[in-house]
């Protein structure tokens, strides 16, 4: 099957109502695009729609987190290629599949990270990531308290398994924010 963005998106919306985890989606399906630019054969379409999809069954069913998913993907008609990818964003916490290929070592990096970007965007005064600076992420990121749910090892592991610098990851992540900022809400009060 060749998946249709608008068919996936309508899927997540069936599974997951919350407002919060629909822009968390879209913005992990913009950061999953962006980055499918920048590895050789990779199809933006497929890592937009695994990142689309990857929390699909955590409003419903978060104590099968991951497990769930790979059942509503599968009767779907996703590909095994997907389902992978969907699961291991859990990897070591809800999953036991281990992120190999580029596409979900990019996803097991910026899940976390999207979320930290986030929560410092909305403190910021132009409730932006517009205007966000790699500085006042890294002192947020420095900062167990500041949106404490997000689990800032699985970043650093994941910035390990892609062979980046953490600074590199973190920047990467903002930059790749910004070209959805308008979609998730985080293009500041004059967009």
Not at 46 to 67: R, S
Not at 74 to 98: C, K, M, P, T
Request: hydrophobic letters at 40%; charged letters at 25%; glycine letters at 6%.
């Amino acid at each position: 099957m060749t998946p249709q963005r608008d068919q996936a998106w309508d899927l997540f919306k069936k599974y997951n109502s919350s407002d919060s985890l629909q822009k968390h989606a879209l913005a992990v399906e913009g950061v999953m695009r962006y980055f499918a630019t920048h590895f050789d054969q990779a199809d933006p379409d497929i890592w937009g729609i695994v990142g689309l999809l990857h929390d699909i069954d955590y409003e419903k069913y978060p104590e099968q987190h991951c497990v769930k998913a790979a059942e509503i993907l599968r009767s779907e008609g996703y590909s095994d290629e997907i389902i992978r990818a969907v699961q291991s964003h859990g990897f070591g916490l809800v999953s036991n599949v281990e992120p190999m290929s580029d596409l979900e070592k990019v996803l097991y990096t910026m899940d976390e990270l999207t979320g930290l970007i986030t929560a410092v965007a909305l403190m910021r005064p132009s409730r932006s990531v517009m205007d966000l600076e790699l500085k006042s992420l890294q002192k947020k990121f420095k900062t167990p308290s500041f949106a404490s749910g997000v689990d800032r090892k699985i970043i650093e592991q994941g910035a390990v398994r892609l062979g980046w610098s953490l600074d590199q990851v973190l920047d990467s992540c903002i930059l790749a924010m910004r070209s959805v900022a308008t979609t998730i809400g985080l293009a500041g009060e004059s967009a």
